[in-house]
């Protein structure tokens, strides 16, 4: 009975590796947009009283360097488009930043579908789902994939 129990336990333990190792390595999105020339790390939202910050972190692809005279916007499925309320860039001295992190303030009605941002030449989709995240005030939750 004792070795049955230690292989269920270790194949226990091997699946739970597997899945902590899939899930950390995972993209935030599958496919992109290479003109954007970033990549959604993660995103963080808090919600404040009736509104929500939404923090968007960006890893610049290698290679390339983001474009600061092209407008940044957030648009939301109902068509309005959120410019940031903050913008941080980070990265080795003198060179390009090789990360960015946009700071939106967005009513609840704006997290309600899809949000996608806009930047350089391309698109990164932000939110991917209908619904509005179950947050308390205040409360902070961090997205790791698109699907929230």
Not at 93 to 109: C, H, M, R, V, Y
């Amino acid at each position: 009975m004792r070795p049955i129990l230690r292989y269920a336990l270790v194949a226990g333990l091997l699946l739970a590796a597997a899945f902590a190792v899939w899930s950390w390595f995972r993209p935030y999105a599958q496919q992109p947009d290479p003109a954007a020339r970033c990549q959604v790390v993660e995103t963080l939202v808090t919600r404040d009283q009736s509104f929500y910050w939404v923090n968007v972190h960006l890893k610049v692809n290698p290679g390339m360097s983001h474009d600061l005279q092209k407008p940044v916007y957030l648009a939301t499925a109902a068509g309005a488009k959120h410019e940031p309320a903050d913008t941080a860039f980070a990265g080795v001295n003198g060179q390009s930043p090789t990360d960015i992190w946009f700071k939106f303030w967005l009513e609840a009605a704006d997290l309600a579908g899809p949000l996608v941002l806009q930047l350089n030449d391309g698109t990164l989709s932000v939110k991917s789902t209908q619904g509005i995240p179950a947050l308390q005030t205040p409360a902070s939750k961090n997205f790791t994939t698109h699907s929230w």
